[in-house]
């Protein structure tokens, strides 16, 4: 890369809430951006693509399972071959799911721990094999309360999590001083989307909007290029993102 050129974002999990931000913040600061979801949601990953485009910016799409081992590397191998160097790599899949403990099958368990942790692994694995030989990078992982303690009925999804930030606080301490910024991130409350709005009266969510009492997706997104962009003197590992209004 150039002095003044910026390398390529790539969001793991990007649609219609916070990743489809973060996709369009570091689009705006930039950088070609490189979306991914599961192929059956395609449609709305290239109306984000679009959206991007339309305000100026670059943006690639691709349909990736990201539990798969074997297409995670390809994509990595593309984006570096095709599109160019990563700089960030953010991944933003989250696998919240209800089930009561006599509920949750071995299934249950198994799915959400492998969307929620072990794709982080592996997107946190290829990411370092790029970045390594630069001496740079960041790498941003979402997390959420169940990050940081259990909650009824959400046992499946907590174990993720808590998964998650163990392989981010592993990676920050191996990759912190080859160059390679690793964050986690805790999402701390209802974020405005399409979870929230189809289980509140619009009403509802237009109020606590209106006085800030949920989490914005813009917002939010602009807390990550903020991460990206901090001086390697200050690094910030664990950030908590949380509406004044929440109770902790």
């Known amino acids: 890369m150039s002095g003044d050129s910026k390398g390529v974002c790539l969001v793991i999990g990007a649609g219609d809430g916070v990743g489809g931000a973060i996709a369009r913040a570091f689009a705006a600061e930039g950088h070609p951006v490189c979306i991914t979801r599961r192929g059956r949601n395609l449609d709305q990953l290239e109306a984000l693509a679009d959206s991007i485009r339309a305000e100026g910016g670059t943006a690639h799409c691709f349909g990736v399972d990201a539990r798969e081992e074997a297409e995670m590397v390809a994509l990595f191998d593309r984006i570096e071959g095709e599109i160019g160097p990563l700089e960030v790599v953010v991944f933003n899949i989250g696998a919240n799911v209800r089930f009561s403990i006599t509920e949750t099958t071995s299934r249950v368990f198994t799915k959400v721990w492998e969307m929620a942790c072990f794709a982080g692994f592996l997107a946190g694995r290829e990411a370092a094999r790029v970045m390594q030989p630069r001496g740079r990078g960041t790498i941003l992982f979402t997390g959420a309360s169940a990050s940081l303690r259990g909650r009824d009925h959400f046992a499946a999804f907590a174990a993720a999590k808590h998964g998650l930030r163990a392989v981010a606080q592993s990676m920050a301490r191996e990759l912190g001083p080859k160059g390679i910024h690793i964050a986690h ?64």
């Open 185 to 248: 991130v805790v999402v701390d409350g209802a974020i405005d989307g399409t979870f929230l709005r189809s289980n509140l009266p619009l009403e509802a969510v237009e109020a606590r909007l209106a006085e800030d009492s949920v989490l914005k997706p813009d917002a939010i997104a602009r807390n990550y290029v903020w991460l990206h962009n901090q001086p390697r003197s200050a690094w910030t590992h664990e950030l908590d993102l949380r509406p004044w209004s929440e109770t902790w």
